[in-house]
Structure formats: C-alpha cells, structure tokens
C-alpha cells in the first residue's frame, strides 16, 4: 500500500490489491484479493469491494468458478454500505450510493450515478452519464446505453415463465434501454423489450411492447401517447 490512503478503524485489505494516489477507506471496509483502485477513490463505512458471489443450492443457474476480481476507476465515490461484486468495471468519475449493489460481470461507464439502495444484477452493461435513481432494479442481462435515465423504484424483469417451467431456461433476457431513453418512477418493463433511442415511460406504466424512437408511452400496457417534445431529445440538450 502507498502512504497516500487514508483508512477509518478495521479496515480488511486482501492480498494483492493495487492503489492509485489519494485513496480514502471509511471504517469497516472490506477489499478482496486482486481489486483494483484508481487514483481519487472515496470508498465509505462497511462498503465491499470485490466479493466473489455465491450461489443458492436452488439456483438454475451454473456455478461459477472464482471471478476476476473488480477494477474500481479514477474517481470513483463509493457510499456506506454498497457492495461491488468480483469481475465488475466501474470506470472513472461514478458516483455509487449508500446501500447500492452491482453484481459481478457488470460494466458501468463514465460519469454515472447509481444512486441509493439501486440494485443492478449480474451480466448487466450501462453507459456513460447514466443516471438511475434511488431502488430502482436493473435485472441481469440488460444493457442500458449511454444518457439514459432511469426514475425511482422502476423495476426491469427478464423471465417471462415467472419461475416455473424447463421452458424458460436458456430464454432469460433482459430489457435495453437505447441512448438517451427514460423511465418515469414505479414503472415495469417486461422481459427483452427495447425502448429505443429517446424513448420515454411515463411514471407507473407497464412496458408490454418495445418502444419506437423519441415515443412517449404512458398506461397498463403502456402506449404511446405522443412524441417526444423536441426540447426535450437528447441532442437538444446542452
């Protein structure tokens, strides 16, 4: 370790775990063997970095042998309590909240914010300058691209036998949110659908269909209800 971190009481630190320059560690943090830090990373009280996941003896899915172990960028605020998976990228500049989860093989771009109790599952990739707010849940398999938004509490699902069935195996997908595309608060979106680039959800609709570039859908099911005011596109913005 470098003298230029700065650590809180009972701090663990696993083997082989590399440090940029002006790292600050709260108390309780927990880092796994093999992590990766940038320079000007804030890591908070009882944050995890790096822990390899576990799998239920129900569990469908395969067991996995030990992952790579997390990359963590230049920059990067990590709030009280957040848990980041083995083999996940955090890159430069993200902002992760209190009580927030991402899951191993998951990629986060540039800039993002995941804000609090935001839980994203594995297999997941979300693009620079994102923001998703406070619970909402991004379920495995999704991608979400650059400048979306996603609103408080909205849900992403990405199984549509609802956990019966030998059918569903092999067919879980996740939902893809284009560029520039936004979901309103408490809002549903059902297994593979796409809202493409501009799209928007109004909030508490349940997304049944994909949705059309720069469409704003609202209701259960959700449809579309107009365009997207001009104002509001993403080119339009400065």
Avoid at 64 to 78: C, D, E, F, Y
Avoid at 114 to 140: S, W
Avoid at 198 to 218: F, I, N
Wanted: charge should be neutral; proline fraction near 3%; charged fraction near 25%.
């Amino acid at each position: 370790m470098q003298a230029s971190i700065h650590k809180g009481e009972n701090v663990v630190i696993g083997k082989d775990v590399s440090f940029g320059e002006n790292v600050t560690l709260g108390s309780n943090v927990v880092i796994y063997d093999g992590t990766e830090i940038g320079n000007n990373v804030v890591i908070q009280d009882n944050a995890v970095i790096g822990k390899q996941p576990t799998r239920a003896k129900a569990s469908i899915l395969p067991e996995t042998k030990q992952l790579p172990p997390a990359v963590i960028g230049s920059g990067v605020i990590v709030g009280t309590s957040a848990i980041i998976y083995a083999s996940a990228e955090i890159e430069d500049e993200v902002f992760v909240a209190d009580l927030a989860t991402i899951r191993e093989r998951v990629q986060i771009g540039n800039g993002t914010i995941v804000g609090r109790g935001v839980a994203i599952e594995n297999d997941c990739r979300v693009g620079i300058r994102c923001k998703l707010e406070t619970n909402c849940y991004i379920t495995a398999y999704s991608v979400l691209e650059d400048y979306v938004f996603i609103a408080p509490c909205v849900v992403t699902t990405n199984d549509n036998y609802l956990a019966r069935s030998k059918e569903r195996f092999g067919k879980f997908k996740g939902v893809t949110v284009k560029k520039g595309g936004r979901v309103g608060a408490n809002s549903t979106i059902l297994p593979g659908k796409v809202i493409h680039e501009d799209g928007a959800v109004g909030a508490g609709s349940v997304v049944t269909r994909d949705v059309r570039q720069e469409e704003l859908v609202v209701g259960s099911p959700a449809r579309k209800l107009r365009e997207v005011p001009k104002e509001q596109l993403l080119i339009n913005q400065k």
